[in-house]
């Protein structure tokens, strides 16, 4: 009891003397609080102190976030679930749910913004990254947004959030747009190219096979699986074992991967050679678009040149082309076969070249990019550098014609008219540009 009193009576604290004094007793539990609030504070002191002598670099942080970022994309709970419903919801009579992956991409974003005019339930997954200048992306999707199509944010490889999405929503399609295009791009940054293309690719087939009932399935491959092919024009017989990138290594093992879970599990699959794709919210990255920015700004532009001053071409396919191509594969892509894994019979296969069928030089895109900004061109003819271009392009396209009725409409001259109007009204007549 003594011992208590002495403890009692040894200020924890300078203050406690002076409320021990206080005259007025029912002021003990303030004194208390009191205490209880001063080692509050330096506790709470301590535990900032703690914080940030160990807290990492900004750098860290944000590299963690991103990290993070990919593998909990924060989805879930009945708002987010009614707003997946609501995009997906079909609104035409035997009209489709189509999971769109890149929706927030060039092609992604006018597929998906068809799909919905005409009635289509569409979803958009897009992991919104910034191979190229991210705000394009917000824009696009903001643009969507407008049309009722939302696009959730998150990765192809994130295989807990497809199957989320397969919980709420039974697709019966996917558009698999989403994919680490570029050829150049490989040199600096292989392993995107592995982590979209191919280990993205698997994650969405892997989803697809094991959902009940499985999806059909349309997805973007490229004609740069031609590669070293001379043989013109380019057809779907043709051989595609030469790549001439790494871009096009991934594209062609998408095609063989494709093979495989049609094969194994039924899944009915198509595969869309685009031939380099053009028009208003295009990508930043390709020739037509910077050329158009390095024109208004004064800047000269690389013409290529292959050896022998060979002429460089392209066959130009304007984007509604192009979307009328994906839409019609739609249209007519029978149901996937298979169900808890294994195929009950033989699922459809399909590979399409959607190009234009007349390659252009690239010097007369210039000439007609000149005519429509009324600017003239700084040229700078260059040989064509080995990292990945081929010389040319050249699509047959008889099959698709023949299949899915796909009749290209849009010359090279009208489809830039298109762009340059686009770009001028949205970087504000060239002053602004694409980063
Ligand atoms: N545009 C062309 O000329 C062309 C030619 C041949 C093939 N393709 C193919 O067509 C498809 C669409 O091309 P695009 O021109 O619209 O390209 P894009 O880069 O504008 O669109 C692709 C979208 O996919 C998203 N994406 C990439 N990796 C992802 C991932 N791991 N998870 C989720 N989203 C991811 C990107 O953020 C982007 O918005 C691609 O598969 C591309 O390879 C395009």
New binding site residues.
Partial sequence: MSQMKHIDSIPSHPWKFKMEKSPYHRQRPYSSLVKLTLWSFVFIGLIFMFFFRSSPSSSQVSSNLSRRSFRTSSYGGPVWEKRVKASAKIRSRNGFSVLV??????????VSAALKRRGDGVLG?????D??D?SL?RA?QALLERTGVYIVE?????VTLLKKLFDVVAFTHVM???????VRYAMENPS?YV???I??LVSVLEVCKSVNPQPAIV??????VYGLNTKVPFSERDRTDQPASL?AAT?KAGEEIAHTYNHIHGLSLTG???????GPW??P??AYFFFTQDILRGKSIPIFEASNHGTVARDF?YIDD?VKGCLAALDTAEKSTGSGGKKSRPAQLRVYNLGNTSPVPVSDLVSILERLLKVKAKRLVMKLPRNGDVQFTHANISLAQRELGYKPTTDLQTGLKKFVRWYLSYYGNGKKSAQ
């Fill in positions: 992956t890149g929706a927030a991409g060039f092609v992604g974003t006018h997954l897009d992991n919104f990254n191979y190229y991210p992306k696009r998150g990765d192809i490889n994130d698999h747009l989403a994919a680490q295009a570029g995107s982590h979209s293309n280990a993205g997805w973007a491959s490229s004609s740069s871009y594209k869309l050679r685009f031939f380099t794709v053009y295009g990508r990255d390709m396919t192009i």
